[in-house]
């Protein structure tokens, strides 16, 4: 089915430093290590630097979710442009982020591949585990990544699925969370990696399915309108006309149905 993704929020990170990640409080970071302070971890782990987003320490994930006012759907996305990476750091959108522990959700993880010009891709989801421990592993591939490509993970319905550049690459069913906070994640293992961590322009919001284009294929002398099949230009097509009478369309519904709210001889 066609998804049309509606963007609602954004963030160029066209702006002065940041250390830690702010843009005046849109943004916060959340803790890995169990035991050092609460899960939530106010804008503590990211910063912005030279128009890109790194980590500020060392052998961290930071987890930053979008704390704006926009009324997200259920059904949602996350995604960034991939600045800079090694094989040492890996990236990560965000959808569903539970805001009862800032810790569980959904998220894709790329660790790229330098040498091939490939990321090993991981879906995963986090049941309150912390960012760098995954409780479940959803789905996992290899596909050509490059610098500069746009990486989208979405959830809707019960359906995860991730995307380069607008193209699925991967997909999976889970049913544990059915809304959530959107966001990214960044991590390097090493001080002399971090600015080899980058990301830029990330951007989230709403996907619903495309509109549909209704071909008529036969109107009968009833009345009756059969639908046959949906595209999305919104142009009608009337295959074929018998004795046809003059009808006003009043409602097109999602189902397809069409209801007729007045119906003359021609």
């Known amino acids: 089915m066609p998804l049309v993704f509606t963007q609602l929020a954004s963030d160029n990170f066209q702006r002065p430093d940041e250390s830690p990640l702010s843009n005046g ?28 987003v790194t ?5 961290r994930f930071s987890q930053s979710l979008w704390l704006g006012p926009e009324n997200f759907t259920n059904d949602q996305y996350s995604e960034f442009t991939y600045l800079a990476a090694d094989q040492v750091t890996y990236h990560g959108p965000i959808v569903r982020a539970q805001t009862v522990d800032y810790q569980s959700g959904y998220k894709a993880i790329v660790e790229p591949f330098a040498q091939t010009g490939t990321a090993l891709v991981f879906i995963d989801r986090q049941d309150n585990s912390g960012p760098a421990n995954p409780s479940a592993r959803l789905a996992t591939g290899e596909f ?15 359906v995860i699925s991730f995307y380069i550049n607008g193209v699925q ?7 544990t969370y059915a809304s959530g906070k959107i966001g990214f994640g960044t991590f390097h293992y090493f001080l002399g990696t971090r600015n080899n961590n980058a990301i830029s322009s990330w951007a989230g919001g ?7 284009e209704v071909d008529f294929r036969e109107i009968e002398s009833s009345g009756e309108v059969q639908l046959q099949s949906v595209e999305s230009s919104g142009e009608v097509q009337l295959q074929s006309v018998s004795l046809c009478p003059k009808a006003t369309f009043g409602e097109l519904t999602s189902s397809g149905e069409v209801q007729i709210t007045s119906l003359d001889s021609v």
């Open 25 to 52: 409080g849109l943004w916060s970071s959340t803790d890995d290590v169990a035991g050092d302070g609460p899960p939530f971890k106010k804008n503590g782990l990211a910063q912005l630097r030279s128009g890109a």
């Open 55 to 59: 980590n500020l320490e060392d052998g």
């Open 144 to 158: 050509p990544c490059q610098l500069g490509d746009v990486l989208r993970i979405a959830a809707v319905g019960n």
């Open 169 to 175: 690459k991967l997909t999976v069913v889970d049913n």
């Open 206 to 212: 709403m996907v619903s399915p495309a509109l549909s």
